[in-house]
Nanobody
Framework: GQLVESGGGLVQAGGSLRLSCAASGLTFSRYTMGWFRQAPGKEREFVGA???????NYADSVKGRFTISRDNAKNTVYLQMNNLKPEDTAVYYCAADPRFLPERYRYWGQGTQVTVSS
């Protein structure tokens, strides 16, 4: 499987961005899709996930601001980020795994940079 993120960029605090992750080489509808991020000098952290049945869960730090959705017809998962804060600055990665609640993900994208200016 291959995952390719897009949509990153520079945005002012309070702004919005939508990231996309296009999947290929896997049966997309049968995979849980996760989003992670890694800020400079910090460990990678979980942002949220959408399971194959559409169930979502989010890290507390992004609840109410970020929304994950998926389009199985397009083999694409989205991360809508609203009310962005400088602390959201990071490289954002999508990941895929065939288990419903994976502890570790099988496939990873290359990441896309999100920078939020204050």
């Amino acid at each position: 499987g291959q995952l390719v993120e897009s949509g990153g960029g520079l945005v002012q605090a309070g702004g919005s961005l939508r990231l996309s992750c296009a999947a290929s080489g896997l049966t997309f509808s049968r995979y849980t899709m996760g989003w992670f991020r890694q800020a400079p000098g910090k460990e990678r952290e979980f942002v949220g996930a959408i399971m194959m049945d559409g169930t979502t869960n989010y890290a507390d730090s992004v609840k109410g601001r970020f929304t994950i959705s998926r389009d199985n017809a397009k083999n694409t998962v989205y991360l809508q980020m609203n009310n962005l804060k400088p602390e959201d600055t990071a490289v954002y990665y999508c990941a895929a795994d065939p288990r419903f609640l994976p502890e570790r993900y099988r496939y990873w994208g290359q990441g896309t940079q999100v920078t939020v200016s204050s």
